[in-house]
């Protein structure tokens, strides 16, 4: 079948891309653009501005979730579950573009691979996005193994059996590829492992990076999921306790030679949101997606009402917020075959258009420009570059659609305020 794109169709080719080798992106016409083009493609750079002005832009970022590898021969733990679900023939078009179809119910990918990390860099580049936020997670030894109280508490209670054995495989790659600087980076710290004392130093060696993203004056962004009464307990024995471990944390960090950074807390009820967020003493609030949808599949114009919504009730909050660009829910591959370490049903928004894509990235820039007292840092975080299986809209180029989304930003993005 095909998806009408600014008059064009864009036929959906469920088996497109079984490997690496050979591949050529397509533009909507069918023309094809090699990797060299996008290689030495430019575009200009953000700065980084507290307000913006008539010719100044947000920057924008897009969510990573990296459970796409193999490790010592055979799927990485959280992997083995990603290809478990995904391999039911309805999903497979969801695959990233190095995945392959061996059956109606069979799958295969590995994407850790320096020559993947390079192409999806250059996608990335050439969608227009400005930063990754990576997803990251505790490395945990064979059976959920860990000397870390912290990390023991995510895995047994905020996310159940949630032991991946290395994590960090995507941003490695990222920060060892050629084409490193064509993107920057920030990272999703999750639940209490942001208090880890070992995770800390680790954030503060990426933060370190020339390509670490930055705002408000040069102030390194940092964002935090999943983190509840629970994990507040694992962190500091309550909220008040869990303030004084961030204050901590962000002296380590200026004693480093680094700004204070600049901290997001991330969960989906707004007003308990920025409860916590004021209870840490952090910087802003957002989400890290909005669910939704019904069993038999709501149109994506609900979802970018509800972004909307969203946006506008964070900021009636009067504390400082991150609009959160979702580009689809659809996690019916988990509620098929249901993973340890999350319970979704299957409720979803049908897919997106490139048209609505566009028309979702076009209203972020915009609402962010207009409301740059509430969106201080001026950055948008669109959910997701790859998370297929919770996403049926991802970014990244798939089997299914290509290059659809990529090249739909392509025409929007960098995006400058409107004058």
């Not at 999806?120 to 997803?135: K, P, V």
């Not at 420009?369 to 950055?379: G, I, L, P, V």
């Not at 297929?388 to 392509?410: D, F, H, M, Q, R």
Request: proline letters at 7%.
């Amino acid at each position: 079948f095909a998806i009408t794109m600014r008059g064009r169709q864009i036929h959906l080719l469920s088996l497109f891309i079984l490997s690496i080798v050979g591949i050529r992106p397509r533009y909507y016409d069918g023309s094809s653009v090699s990797f060299d083009d996008l290689a030495n493609k430019g575009r200009p750079d953000y700065p980084d501005v507290f307000l913006p002005e008539a010719g100044i832009r947000p920057s924008v970022g897009a969510i990573r979730w990296d459970a796409w590898n193999q490790y010592e021969g055979k799927y990485d733990p959280i992997s083995f579950y990603t290809q478990k679900v995904m391999s039911p023939q309805p999903w497979q078009f969801r695959l990233p573009f190095f995945a392959q179809s061996l059956s109606s119910s069979n799958v295969s990918f590995n994407g850790d691979v320096q020559s993947v990390m390079d192409v999806e860099i250059l996608y990335a580049n050439h969608s227009g996005i400005d930063y990754w936020a990576f997803d990251t997670y505790c490395a945990f030894g064979a059976n959920c193994a860990t000397s870390s109280s912290f990390c023991k508490q995510y895995c047994t209670q905020t996310s159940k059996n949630y032991c991946p054995r290395k994590p960090t495989y995507a941003l490695d790659l990222f920060l060892s590829s050629k084409y490193v600087n064509k993107m920057h980076f920030s990272l999703i710290m999750l639940g209490s492992p942001a208090c880890d004392p070992n995770m800390q130093d680790m954030y503060i060696r990426y933060m370190k990076n020339a390509q670490f993203q930055t705002v408000m004056g040069g102030r390194p962004l940092l964002y935090l999921f999943q983190f509840d009464d629970q994990e507040a307990q694992a962190c500091g024995s309550g909220w008040s306790g869990s303030r004084k471990v961030f204050d901590a944390f962000r002296a380590k960090v200026q004693k480093a030679g680094l700004k204070n950074p600049y901290i997001v807390l991330m969960d989906f009820d707004i007003a308990l949101t920025k409860s916590h967020a004021v209870e840490l003493g952090f910087d802003a609030i957002s989400s890290y997606a909005l669910p939704g949808g019904t069993k038999a599949g709501s149109p994506f114009s609900q979802l970018h009402s509800n972004a909307m919504a969203y946006w506008t009730q964070s900021a009636a909050t009067n504390f400082p917020m991150v609009p959160i660009a979702p580009t689809g829910w659809d996690p019916r591959p988990r509620a098929q075959n249901p993973p340890p370490f999350v319970n979704e049903g299957p409720e979803h928004f049908n897919q997106a258009t490139g048209d609505e894509i566009q028309d979702l990235l076009i209203d972020a820039v915009t609402w962010t420009c207009k409301n740059a007292q509430k969106a201080q840092a001026q950055t948008i975080l669109v959910y997701a570059w790859n998370e297929s299986s919770e996403n049926g809209a991802c970014l990244i180029p798939n089997l299914g659609n290509s290059t659809l989304y990529v090249e739909a930003l392509s025409s929007v993005l960098p995006m400058q305020c409107p004058k």
